[in-house]
């Protein structure tokens, strides 16, 4: 499975952004897909999960009420609509598939295929 996220981009505080992940394969409808994301000078840290059927998300303190995530199987696409974004939140944004356990929902072990990134940055 590839993973190719796209969206990112250069946007004020307080300012909106939807991230897409498009995947390649016939299989994305049996996988979690999430969003981590990296700052510069940290680690990748989880942002959001969605079951495979979509009735489920898991979100990051940091982001809940302001980030949804969410999948259309038909399109074999994962979205993150990203809204009050801060300067805290820039980053390189990553999709990630997988079938983690419900213990690695948040972990980056819990997801086997990644997408190559792409960068969001917030200004002040």
């Known amino acids: 499975v590839q993973l190719q996220a796209s969206g990112g981009g250069l946007v004020q505080a307080g300012d909106s952004l939807k991230l897409s992940c498009g995947t390649s394969?016939?299989?994305?409808?049996?996988?979690?897909m999430g969003w981590f994301r990296q700052a510069p000078g940290k680690e990748r840290e989880f942002v959001a999960a969605l079951s495979r059927t979509g009735g489920v998300t898991y979100y990051a303190d940091s982001v809940k009420g302001r980030f949804t995530i969410s999948r259309d199987n038909a399109k074999n696409t994962v979205y993150l609509q990203m809204n009050s974004l801060k300067p805290k939140d820039t980053a390189v944004y990553y999709c990630?598939?997988?079938?983690?356990?419900?213990?690695?929902?948040?972990?980056?072990?819990?997801?086997?295929?990644w997408g190559q990134g792409t960068l969001v940055t917030v200004s002040s």
């Open positions: 990630a598939g997988g079938v983690p356990a419900l213990s690695a929902i948040w972990s980056l072990s819990g997801y086997r295929y």
């Open positions: 394969g016939r299989t994305f409808s049996g996988y979690t």
